[in-house]
């Protein structure tokens, strides 16, 4: 039983920077696909980035491409989201969860077993 727990939220200028973290205890983060997901208020929750436990190169939402970073630190057993111009439309309750989908697969929310309880990121404009 992997337990999460998000931090880092909270309200920021469009522009501005924020780095959400998300700690995992019960369990090793490098052995799992790590992900993000964010849900904005009256929208389907949706994938943002992901880093898969047979490693490569990390995967990031069209939407935020060139702007936010997954990023492991295995040693700590954490997992970051460094978001950089930031936009209001970023706005929303962010998860990390993990899991061990195949490739194909790793966009999608029903593939993840473990979540967090999220944390809030409200951008202003």
């Known amino acids: 039983q992997v337990q999460l727990v998000e931090s880092g939220g909270g309200l920021v200028q469009a522009g501005n920077s924020l780095t959400l973290s998300c700690a995992a205890s019960?369990?090793?983060?490098?052995?799992?696909?790590v992900a993000w997901f964010r849900q904005a208020p009256g929208k389907e929750r949706e994938f943002v980035a992901a880093?898969?436990?047979?490693?490569?190169?990390?995967y990031h939402a069209d939407s935020v491409k060139g702007r936010f970073t997954i990023v492991r630190n295995n040693a700590k057993n954490t997992v970051l989201l460094e978001m950089n111009n930031l936009k209001p439309d970023d706005t929303g309750m962010y998860y990390c969860?993990?899991?061990?989908?195949?490739?194909?697969?790793?966009?999608?929310?029903?593939?993840?077993?473990?979540w967090g309880q999220g944390t809030q990121v409200t951008v202003s404009s």
């Open positions: 019960g369990g090793t983060v490098s052995t799992y696909t």
């Open positions: 880093s898969r436990h047979t490693g490569g190169s990390p």
């Open positions: 969860a993990t899991g061990r989908p195949i490739r194909s697969a790793l966009r999608s929310q029903t593939m993840y077993y473990y």
